[in-house]
């Protein structure tokens, strides 16, 4: 497909920073008919060549930003956040009650277990696998009756799991251990003798770079050997598959759930038959361009499904039939509303119902035959985070948060319909100045696009305020009102906090996000472009003060419309980035997300991602604003050449005087499983190049 010539020029690259010499080496490739020169190709490896290059950009990033004397104080005003004692939404298994809590000075949240919230002891704490905590508890999952813990340990950052299990009962480690479980789904069954749970091919068994696809289904009995676990399902597609099987909580059925990427899956249901390992699944719905999420009580399956309803509606049919898939037997339950249904889920014999409504969360509740339908009354608006409960008790547990409101857990009896709040993130802190406005702009092509801004109730709109515009845009993710200390810090120090509502989001239905996805993901682009240009406009802040923010997917975001539009903005925060979009599916865990991206290697979706990748659009004398890369050396899903490439591309064709700045972070991954510490540090960076950049 690619024809490569490749050639060396020495190129020290100079100016007031004294960035550190990058090589040019010139690679020429052919992507069906277009010529790509790519003069720092070499920064996709990892070799020592490299790493010596990483180790001078890391110096001169950390000799930057160690001689601001404000750092320490910035650190000093974070830190005081992350010395707070948080708690997680507490959930049952059986009859116990787990939660997650991390006390002030842990590195990372502990499980905890008891009969109720005021007896409780460690299930599992992660603060004592390594002592300088970047070893982590990945994932866990927990059987119904709460006897058994299983859960995945991986070093680093790396999210390279190895599959544990803990006898809660008798706080007895088993040596059952299982590696090659990323990101694994865990359900046993109802005796507990073994459970399914999907795992990746062990190095050596495939080529080179597959060892992060083609995940399969397996059969774990309790106290076997994982070399003989029994094989259930192996997906044809390896790459645009992602399986698991769950045994529904009455443990009559198990459930095949096979998703396809971020806009579709398939489903298949097999009654659970004594002493037999391998279900026999029927298909509810296979080979649609949909998603469709079954769950079953009292002998009905309950299919929440956007077919034919991008906002998703709840369809109902009973456990007897003999077809599933066939649809004339579907009765519709809960119509599609205005707002987008993120979750359906059964407590106490009702149904809970979880909104999205202008991108702000709804919770709602009614008895099953649809009748005394009711809101629960929220603080504010804001965002439910989690929502937990068993299908025979009323209690139902759910945890709040919003911009000016500190996480918070409520207990809501859902007969009596009273609630009260039993714990949270407690603040010393006056948020009561705090206020938060949601405004509806217009996108370039005119769509109208909704975004929160928060800032202080004395803040005048007079264009000079610092100002931090944040967005994601892709996966199905929504940017919802969430508390965060460091967003206090801002806009108590005078600052204005930017949310954005962009398309490829999950805020408005599955249309909204197909409408950032593949050959429309320019739209995202444009989207947050129109946020920027509407604040300058409105006069909350003027091109220089306004920095953007984006991490992973939303690095993507914010090195497109810096090569777009750089006189737009100050400075930009650039982490964990996908940058070079006609390599990024070679590396890593990438090819997963072909159906979000598109396949570079077809010619079509080669035209659109070449047409935005932002390291091919970086233009020499370019007038570029302060940007700052960051990214991690163990990172297993977005490569560091990313950022590397940038940061060379960058410090080669600015013609301004701003800092371009890399941080290549040890030790550490995509951010899942970091220690308070390094989050500490990281977080206190950013903040520092921020006052040096657009608050100076």
Known sequence: MAIFTERIIKHPVLNDLGYPETEIRSRSEDWHGTEVVDNYAWLEGNDEEVKSWEAKQNQLTRTYLDSLDYRTDIKNGLKKWFDLDQVGCPFPRGEKLFQWKRKAGENHYVLYVGEDLDNQSVAIDPNKLSEDGTTAVDWTSITKDGKYLTYGVSEGGSEQSVLKIKNLDTQEDLLDTIPNTRHSSVSWLPNNSGFYYTRLPEAGTVPEGEENYDRKVFFHKLGADWHDDQLIFDPEDPYNSHPSITITKDGNWAKLNVSHGWKSNDVYVSRVKEGQVAPDFKPVAVGEDNHFYVSEFEGNFYIMTDHNAPKFKVMKVTCEVEDFSDKTKWEEFIPEQDGTLDNFSIVGGKVVLEYQVKACSKLEIMDLDLSNRYEVELPTLGTVTSVTGTDDKPELYYSFESYAVPDSIYKFNIETRKQKKIDG????????????????????????????????????????????????????????????????????????????????????????????????????????????????????????????????????????????????????????????????????????????????????????????????????????????????????????????????????????????????????????????????????????????????
């Open 425 to 696: 993130l407690k603040v010393d802190a006056d948020l009561s100045q705090i206020t938060t406005e949601q405004v509806t702009y217009n996108s370039k092509d005119g769509t109208p696009i909704t975004m929160f801004v928060v800032k202080n109730k004395n803040c005048v709109s007079d264009g000079s305020n610092k100002t931090i515009l944040y967005g994601y845009g892709g996966f199905n993710v929504g940017e919802t009102p969430t508390f965060g200390g460091s967003i206090v810090e801002w806009v108590n120090a005078g600052g204005i906090y930017v949310a954005t509502n962009l398309r490829g989001g999950s805020e408005y239905g599955e249309d909204w996000h197909r409408a950032g996805m593949l050959e429309k993901k320019q739209n995202v682009f444009d989207d947050f472009i129109g946020a920027a240009e509407y604040l300058v406009n409105n006069n909350y802040t003027k091109p220089e003060k306004l920095a953007i923010w984006g991490g992973s997917n939303g690095g993507l975001l914010v090195g497109a419309v810096m090569v777009q539009r750089p006189e737009l903005f100050g400075a930009v925060v650039c982490t964990v980035p996908l940058l070079d979009m006609i390599h990024y599916d070679q590396l890593k865990i990438a090819k997963l997300w072909r159906s979000e991206y598109g396949n570079p290697s077809d010619p079509e979706h080669f035209k659109f991602l070449y047409a935005y990748s932002p390291y091919h659009h970086v233009v020499d004398g370019t007038s570029y604003p302060s940007v700052f890369l960051r990214t991690a050396e163990n990172d297993s899903r977005v490569d560091a050449m990313h950022a590397r490439k940038m940061a060379a591309r960058l410090q080669t064709a600015t013609s301004s005087d701003s800092p371009i700045l890399l941080c290549v972070e040890d030790k550490a991954g995509h951010g899942a499983g970091k220690p308070i510490a390094k989050i500490i540090e990281d977080t206190t960076d950013v903040y520092t190049f921020l006052r040096s950049t657009i608050d100076s």
